[in-house]
């Protein structure tokens, strides 16, 4: 989480600066700003961090802060920060966590962004660095239930339907106790919130709104409603293709692939692929695109795979390996196994395999 911290007076670049140095010890990237009057930061700004003097409006460097912060920390008044970041408001789950600190020290308030974006985390942080009151206004906290928003956050799961995980919360706090399964392994004790089912089948007998962990719509679920999916990246993307074969292409194979087989395009980890097409533009720039890992795999390392996997005479004899789409979509899920095998088309050789991602509750995920 990289951070900024502004303070606009003497009192609060005091604060300002003492959090910042407690940031700077943890290891958390933060950046130190003072909005003052004058065309220096004061002379009693000294120690390990140099604060930035702010000379533009303080709504200009809100707006340019917004985009590249994960979390704001305002030293002063709350109406400062509301007026400051009000033009630039989105949604929570893609606004900068907001924290602000009056001068005293005395209370650190969650003013956005306290679930997805971290402030609620940030503002039991800072009331802690500096013995101050957390103020934590968000529902689910202050009823201390079950929040799917936090519980995805911390597992990092993406949330497919921000509808139903609002109608989720809601179903939480009216007292009712929501059915979930996992296709990935589970740590800890489950909350009371949640009915927790090991078979799939058993899952879809219970009505209602319900929660499954899962990279592809399960069979089971095909048209019903209701279902919050919380999707794991764990799909590696084993591919190969002809030499110079278009990125474009390359993502339409990759997407109808994966659209027939049922996985969301939110689990795709990473593309994989033999060393011999590490350079091959199409998949170093589709991986780019799509903003996920590119790894390549030597021949020794592909044949070394044990377990059944496809064969053709051709391949072998062009790259050393009876099938590279396969052996490099398992091990770049770390030895997972395969959720669809070797498809090829127009050139392009596709398999997908999926890894194993442990997923913790509560007491036992804060032990990490």
């Not at 120690?47 to 930035?52: I, L, Q, T």
Request: glycine fraction near 12%.
């Amino acid at each position: 989480m990289h951070l900024a911290v502004i303070s606009f007076t003497e009192r609060g670049g005091k604060l300002n600066r003492s959090l910042c140095e407690d940031f700077q010890r943890q290891g958390i990237p933060v950046d130190s700003f003072e909005k003052r009057k004058g065309t220096e930061v004061p002379s009693e700004a000294g120690g390990e961090v140099s604060p930035k003097l702010v000379t533009e409006r303080l709504g200009e460097w809100t707006g340019r802060a917004f985009g590249a912060y994960d979390g704001l920390i305002f030293v002063g008044a709350c109406g400062i920060a509301v007026r400051a970041i009000a033009p630039f408001l989105k949604d929570k789950f893609t606004d900068p966590a907001v924290v602000t600190v009056d001068e005293g020290a005395g209370f650190v308030v969650s003013l956005l962004s306290g679930h997805v974006g971290g402030a609620n985390d940030l503002c039991r942080r800072v009331a802690e660095a500096l013995g101050a009151v957390p103020v934590i206004s968000t529902a689910t906290d202050v009823n201390g239930r079950f929040a799917v928003d936090v519980f995805a956050k911390h597992n990092g799961l993406g949330i497919l339907d921000r509808g139903l995980a609002k109608e989720v919360s809601a179903a939480v706090l009216s007292g009712k106790k929501i059915p979930f399964f996992s296709a990935q392994p589970l740590l800890g004790e489950p909350p009371e919130e949640l009915i927790v089912f090991e078979k799939e089948d058993e899952f879809w007998r219970e009505s209602g709104i319900k929660i499954a962990v899962s990279e592809r719509r399960l069979l089971a679920g095909e048209g019903s409603a209701g279902v919050l999916y919380l999707v794991p990246k764990t799909v590696t993307a084993g591919m190969g293709c002809r030499r110079g074969t278009e990125q474009a292409k390359l993502r339409r194979a990759l997407e109808q692939a994966f659209s027939e087989a049922g996985i969301f395009p939110e689990a795709l980890k990473g593309i994989a692929t033999i060393e011999k097409k590490k350079d091959e533009e199409g998949l170093t720039g589709l991986a780019a695109e799509l903003e996920v890992p590119f790894s390549w795999y030597t021949k020794e390392e592909l044949l070394a795979l044990s377990g059944e996997f496809s064969y053709s005479d051709f391949v072998e004899k062009t790259v050393g390996v009876g099938c590279v789409c396969e052996r490099a979509a398992v091990l770049g899920s770390g030895g997972g196994s395969l959720l669809f095998p070797k498809q090829a088309t127009e050139g392009i050789t596709l398999a997908a395999a999926r890894g194993e991602k442990e997923l913790r509750f509560g007491k036992e995920r804060e032990k990490e």
